[in-house]
């Protein structure tokens, strides 16, 4: 688990860099509609992610039932 909130710590950490330092260099104009989009973009794409999940989980399609895998009964 460290792992992990360790990988997210670093991860942001150089995101937060490049945008910081690298975004200078970026042509983006500083309007509403940019803004818009930026803001409004990662909720949109979480929850268009998190409805297909929503009917994958309806249909009774599992990823993770592979039926070729033969399972161990427990004793």
């Avoid at 460290?2 to 942001?12: D, M, R």
């Avoid at 860099?17 to 200078?24: P, T």
């Avoid at 599992?62 to 161990?72: E, G, I, K």
Wanted: aromatic fraction near 10%; avoid cysteine.
């Amino acid at each position: 688990m460290i792992g992990f909130i360790l990988k997210v710590f670093l991860a942001s950490t150089f995101l937060s860099f490049a945008i910081k330092y690298g975004g200078i260099y970026l042509p983006v104009q500083g309007n509403t509609p940019t803004a818009l989009i930026a803001v409004l973009t990662p909720s949109i794409l979480m929850a268009v992610l998190f409805v297909m999940r929503g009917r994958r989980q309806e249909t009774g399609f599992d990823v993770s039932a592979q039926p070729n895998v033969v399972r161990r009964q427990e004793e």
